[in-house]
């Protein structure tokens, strides 16, 4: 059997539960402007606490997310303050700050900061979102994936192992985290990828269906 390919995508939407085929539906939710840490297309999200930027979006994969509080292979929704998964990130609108044009992108790196739009007097970018708390996804794992990790006890983080997030061209570079028992991270295994390419659960890197964890979604 050839080895999996070895490139972390982040989370990207495969057929909801059940099998239907994904919409692709996105909602919007606001990103403000001077991010410290980047969200990159296919990064799962939720909202701020405690950093005076409350309720705006955030990357959940970086060891410290923009709220400061700790992500990637730490997130726990048994941590102080911590918030649900709303989804996974699919791009943005903002109004550029040096050519004041309106900007569709598949990311936004920190420090990008936004200039206002006139039609609704905000600076505030736009993040659109996965939010169907029925979508399952696909995601490079970082170990072999046993039968065991499929029980129901047992759910693992998404991590990049970074600080402030890693990407390339904008796409998440994320991989699932597989380690842990708890029903207190952000995904569930529920089986392989049907990928020959990269279905060796043996072995690292093979890609994995994953579900949003009931107890990490914030749509529970």
């Given at each position: 059997m050839a080895a999996n390919q070895t490139e972390g995508f982040g989370f990207r939407q495969a057929p909801t539960v059940g099998s239907t085929p994904a919409t692709g539906g996105q909602a919007e939710y606001k990103i403000k402007s001077g991010l410290g840490v980047g969200i990159f297309q296919n990064n799962p999200v939720s909202h701020q606490h405690t950093a005076g930027d409350d309720g705006y979006l955030q990357d959940t994969t970086a060891g410290t997310m923009d709220d400061g509080i700790t992500g990637g292979a730490g997130w726990s929704t048994g941590t102080s303050n911590i918030q649900p998964i709303i989804g996974v990130f699919n791009g943005a609108f903002y109004i550029n700050a040096s050519t004041k044009k309106p900007t569709f992108a598949n990311h936004i790196l920190a420090s990008t900061t936004?200039?206002?739009?006139?039609?609704?007097?905000?600076?505030?970018?736009?993040?659109?979102?996965?939010?169907n708390p029925m979508q399952e996804y696909t995601c490079k794992a970082d170990a072999a994936v046993t039968q065991a990790d499929l029980i129901n006890t047992k759910s693992f983080n998404s991590t990049d192992g970074a600080t402030v997030g890693t990407q390339y061209e904008g796409q998440s570079t994320v991989k699932l985290n597989v380690t842990g028992t708890s029903a207190t991270r952000m995904f569930r295994v529920v089986r392989t990828a049907n990928d020959p390419a990269n279905n060796d659960a043996t072995a690292i890197n093979s890609n994995q269906i994953v579900q949003i964890m009931p107890a990490a979604s914030i749509s529970n």
């Open positions: 936004f200039a206002k739009d006139y039609n609704t007097g905000s600076d505030d970018g736009i993040g659109l979102v996965n939010d």
